[in-house]
């Protein structure tokens, strides 16, 4: 693995109180440095796969719709009617 320098300004008592918390934790700000930044790819990697698997979910249902593949709204409403009278009915009995 090669390495690089990263160098940025910051306050100096951020920079201190970064560095006396570091070493309370047995680590240098470096190593924090470090593991914050792979920690903060690894989000933007799964938030971008996210975002694909999600516009790609859409697309299905898109395609689906567009294909004619729909359940009208009234049938939709009464199946979710029943479900809440079932639960209704089964709450009052207990």
């Known amino acids: 693995m090669s ?15 970064f560095a006396t918390a570091a070493k309370a934790h047995d680590r ?15 989000q933007q990697q799964n938030a971008a796969e996210h975002d694909t698997w999600f516009r790609r979910q859409v697309q299905i249902g898109l395609d689906s719709a567009n294909a004619g ?18 639960t209704r009915r089964r709450l009052k009995s207990r």
């Open 69 to 86: 593949n729909l359940i009208p709204a009234e049938e939709v409403e009464a199946k979710f009617a029943a479900r809440r009278e079932q």
């Open 3 to 17: 390495e690089a320098t990263f160098t940025f300004r910051v306050d100096d008592i951020l920079k201190d109180e």
């Open 28 to 42: 240098t700000g470096a190593q924090l440095l470090r593991d914050f930044m792979r920690d903060y790819v690894r």
